[in-house]
């Protein structure tokens, strides 16, 4: 049986997270943690490996380098700092970008040839410059994308009409950043469409508006922050589900930011849409019915990446056509 084994770049709250919730899911049964600070990496591995003594699943973990890469089934990118208080995810561009000089080479001369993960942000610049960069298939090099907005649109929606999450399906799509946008249309609970939930209780669900809850959304992540510095669980369990989805081929849809070929009306941009998950990453892209104003909005959203990745292309010399 083949051996699973993941690399994780970065060893700050976001990776070491990720790694934490892998080895409390039993999804690997090798971790490496990676950081420019050799020192933290062994120290979070350390750290990591104590907790493991009281797991039910046997999870080898410590830190490398990019050797380790050779022979892993899955990268996940996780470097550069977290946003400060008033900053949004594209306020993170210049500084992720000058991490990806510094990485991508390394990553490109390493011999691997898994499926790369990437949730640096802004994530969809981030994770369509690593594909392009380093010359992957967009199926198999893409960002976590949409995927943590749309566990907080369930958990918003579950406080506001008081049904379990679990019942909930909703997501979010486009940019993960400010210019996000959660399709309506596409929502529902217990398999009821909302708009017709709301048209059934009009004095309470009826209420809800999707520029409220698109609002909320939207600042989830800064509320995190400015209480505790930055995300780390959210997007940690996601990721983990994702790579679940992977090594048990599960073909599960989940929002991700992937390289877009037409589907939805676009091309030459990655932004967050649902995609079905299995053994080889991405399967395919599960294109959905947008009504105007969701579709203008998604438009909208993709050419805010789209500006991002023309500035990119000077900075990484990497074409954006």
């Not at 700050?12 to 919730?21: E, L």
Request: glycine fraction near 10%.
């Amino acid at each position: 049986m083949e051996r699973r084994k993941i690399v994780i770049l970065g060893a700050g709250h976001v990776g070491t997270h990720c790694a934490s919730s892998l080895m409390f899911r039993g999804f690997a049964e090798e971790i490496i943690l990676m950081d420019q600070d050799e020192k933290k990496a062994e120290s979070q591995a350390l750290d990591l490996d104590d907790m493991g003594s009281c797991l039910p699943y046997k999870v080898t973990i410590r830190a490398g380098g990019y050797e380790e890469l050779q022979d892993a089934q899955i990268l996940v990118n996780a470097i550069g700092r977290s946003r400060r208080p008033g900053e949004t995810r594209l306020d993170l561009f210049e500084d992720s970008m000058e991490r990806l000089k510094d990485v991508i080479p390394k990553i490109k001369n390493s011999g691997f040839h898994g499926i790369l993960i990437s949730i640096t942000n802004p994530a969809d610049v981030v994770g369509e410059c690593l594909r392009r960069k380093l010359g992957m298939d967009r199926f198999r090099c893409f960002s976590t994308g949409t995927s943590l907005d749309s566990l907080r649109i369930q958990r918003i929606l579950e406080e506001k009409t008081g049904y379990d999450r679990n019942s909930i399906k909703a997501f979010c799509m486009g940019e993960h950043g400010d210019s996000q946008m959660v399709p309506l249309s596409h929502v529902s609970i217990g398999g009821k469409p909302f708009a017709l939930l709301q048209k059934e209780h009009p004095d309470t669900l009826g209420k809800i508006t999707l520029e409220e809850l698109q609002e909320e959304v939207r600042q989830a992540g800064m509320t995190v922050i400015e209480g505790k510095g930055s995300t780390e669980f959210g997007i940690g369990i996601a990721l983990c589900e994702i790579v679940g989805a992977i090594f048990h081929d599960q073909k599960r849809i989940w929002p991700l930011s992937v390289s877009l070929n037409g589907e939805f009306g676009q091309e030459n941009v990655a932004a967050g849409v649902p995609a079905v998950i299995g053994k080889n990453g991405i399967e395919e892209i599960f294109e959905l019915d947008l009504d105007e104003k969701e579709k203008q909005e998604f438009d909208h959203s993709c050419e805010v990446i789209r500006g991002y990745l023309k500035k990119a292309e000077n900075l990484l010399e990497i074409s954006c056509e």
